[in-house]
């Protein structure tokens, strides 16, 4: 595997539900990110990790839950969520968080859709 | 606090007809800048950036941006569009300094007539 890889890339669950997203990055870097994709809205930052430790929680609903075990792995853990959480959730890396110009580095996303 | 606008929700262009996305920032202090793709069912790849050095900064696929300070802009350009460039093209802005956040547009969806 190379790059940003996300599974899965369709998700479709009840808002009773639980479940996990999983991103992992396979370039060696210290920062991940989490971002929701709406519809005719901007890209909007959920979560930033820097060497496994949460460093922006961007007023995101307690029903999104991270985690990030290690700099490599990232997951989003998903519980009794709302028809308006439907969108496209994708992961990024970056090599760490100095500076502003280090570009990030996406997976595919994972298609949510909450019933 | 920083933000970009990206003037056109979709552009079209004839195959061959050069593309022209228009991008206009706000930022404080001089910004980074970018632009990303997205093809379908993909997520985000960098096309470009500039960083303070040359202000015209060529990318992949042909494509180029020019900072304009006094414009506040960094429009994306390509000579000769081809089918291939369909895609959705966002702009994103960071400051510099200790925190890597960056702040996208709304997106630009591409299409190309043949």
């Known amino acids: 595997e190379t790059g940003v890889t996300q599974t899965p890339r369709h998700l479709v669950m009840g808002m009773t539900n639980k479940k996990s997203l999983k991103c992992e990055q396979h370039l060696g870097h210290n920062a991940m990110y989490w971002y929701k994709q709406s519809a005719k809205k901007p890209l909007e930052l959920m979560f930033v990790?820097?060497?496994?430790?949460?460093?922006e929680n961007n007023s995101v609903p307690s029903r999104f839950s991270p985690e990030c075990p290690n700099s490599s792995h990232l997951f989003l853990h998903l519980h009794t969520l709302q028809p308006e959480d439907s969108a496209l959730y994708l992961c990024?890396?970056?090599?760490?968080?100095?500076?502003?110009?280090?570009?990030?580095?996406f997976g595919p996303g994972t298609r949510l859709t909450v019933l | 606090a920083q933000s970009v606008t990206q003037l056109g929700s979709h552009v079209s262009v004839s195959e061959g007809a050069l593309v022209l996305l228009r991008c206009n920032y706000s930022?404080?202090?001089?910004?980074?800048l970018f632009w990303y793709v997205q093809y379908p069912n993909q997520g985000l790849q960098l096309l470009l950036k500039y960083t303070s050095a040359a202000t015209l900064v060529k990318g992949i696929n042909g494509f180029e941006a020019e900072f304009k300070k006094s414009e506040t802009s960094f429009h994306l350009t390509k000579p000769s569009a081809h089918m291939s460039d369909a895609a959705e093209y966002f702009c994103a802005v960071s400051d510099p300094g200790g925190y890597q956040k960056v702040t996208f547009g709304i997106g630009t969806k591409l299409q190309v007539i043949p």
């Open positions: 990024a890396s970056s090599q760490d968080l100095a500076g502003g110009y280090n570009e990030q580095f």
């Open positions: 930022s404080s202090v001089p910004p980074y």
């Open positions: 990790y820097s060497l496994e430790e949460r460093v």
